[in-house]
């Protein structure tokens, strides 16, 4: 799978790809992501890449020339100009089921907002799919594209060592709910054990306490998937 | 404001810090980023910080000794022990009001997972708050400690060149509501002009279109916001 991300601070990305999974990812060619620096693409005598927002107000707007331009020219790269994702707080909000569809792409163009945002016209002519990772404001749209990149790439088979690992995930497609407890060595640490079922070797009883678990724990602190999760079943 | 970010891929962030609107928040000493590699804390025989889970299953757990024991030497560190979050996706949703909150604070501890998550003993000892950036599976905590940390500092009094344009952006204290659209030069792009009101120099019209258009792109994307705001504002 191949991720462009479009950005004015491409060098943000360098540690975080040399990171473990995700380098591993790029070396064993499952994975490929290049960043482009928009700024190439200010063409104006100036070389800006943003300006002051017409109406006044504070900060400023990206132009709509250097990105239009940018996105053209790397859509060309491919054998496929890929979906094009524009990071913005006033997009679609991510979720698992949105990860997972991103999952099945070939190619994916992750577009990175700064300052107030991009000119209108952005959208107005490149249609992006706009996304958001939260009701929260970023500085701009970088660590929301790792969030997606992070997100999508544990679905890619290989990626993960053992690849039924996501599966039970919090949110996945084997468990919309939260994920159950956790416990491993030392048995007691600091006076508090690990439940006796977990050791008990009854896979049965296991099982049927991890998804006990995950329900209580769903129901205190997420009732609203439990909700939803009843919704799809009723479908 | 002091973010502790205790990892166990502390390289992961060396880029993500030089970069322009933190770095400069970081030499103007208005914050302070420091990662800890908790392996440093593994001090089994096999320097080991994960191991298998306890009743079986995919993936590793990390264990409980060398969280509890980086996250109690963390805290002593500086003047005070700090606020700790731990980011999970069973975690409570970030939203802005969340950042606003956590930018009133003089120091974050940001715990930050991997594999099949902590031992549920490091909850059960240290009652960390565990916030997750949203219903989706990341490879780890650094990333969601990025998007923690990118939202708050932009809060912190001097970071943003402007003080004001925080103030306007989606779901913030100026506005719950998605935030407008926005143009600069040229007023004609590729045969689309920029709305007449913006170049107008009438501004309460502009603010009157501007607020108009909040709420219709709102309505339109994402009517739940204004039936929060409408919650709110009953109260």
């Known amino acids: 799978m191949r991720f462009d991300v479009l950005t004015l601070f491409p060098e943000i990305f360098s540690s975080y790809l040399g990171q473990s999974l995700l380098a591993k990812a790029i070396e064993g060619n499952l994975v ?34 250097p990105v239009v331009e940018c996105v053209e020219a790397v859509q060309q790269e491919g054998n496929q100009p890929g979906r094009l ?63 997606i990149i992070d997100a999508v790439i544990r679905l890619i088979p290989g990626v993960l060592g053992d690849e039924t690992s996501s599966v ?30 977990l050791l008990s070797g009854d896979h049965a009883q296991i099982a049927a306490w991890r998804k006990q678990q995950s329900i209580e724990r769903t129901k205190r602190r997420r009732a609203d998937l439990l909700d939803r999760q009843a919704e799809t079943e009723d479908e």
């Not at 949105?98 to 992750?110: D, G, N, P, W």
């Not at 039970?168 to 060595?185: A, C, H, I, K, V």
């Open 85 to 147: 994702i524009m990071l913005t707080p006033q997009g679609r909000r991510l979720d698992q089921r949105l990860v997972e569809e991103l999952s099945q792409e070939k190619r994916l163009l992750l577009l990175c907002g700064r300052y107030e945002g991009f000119d209108q016209r952005v959208s107005d002519l490149l249609h992006p799919e706009e996304v958001s990772i939260g009701d929260y404001v970023l500085n701009g749209g970088e660590v929301a594209a790792m969030a």
């Open 168 to 197: 039970d995930d919090s949110f996945s497609s084997g468990n919309r709910l939260l994920e159950f407890p956790q416990y491993t060595r030392p048995r007691v640490y600091r006076g508090l054990a690990a439940p006796d079922v």
């Open 32 to 65: 490929e992501v290049h960043p482009h620096d928009m700024r190439k693409w200010a063409n104006d005598k100036h070389n800006r890449v943003d300006d002051r927002p017409f109406g006044g107000g504070a900060g400023m707007v990206i132009r709509a020339e």
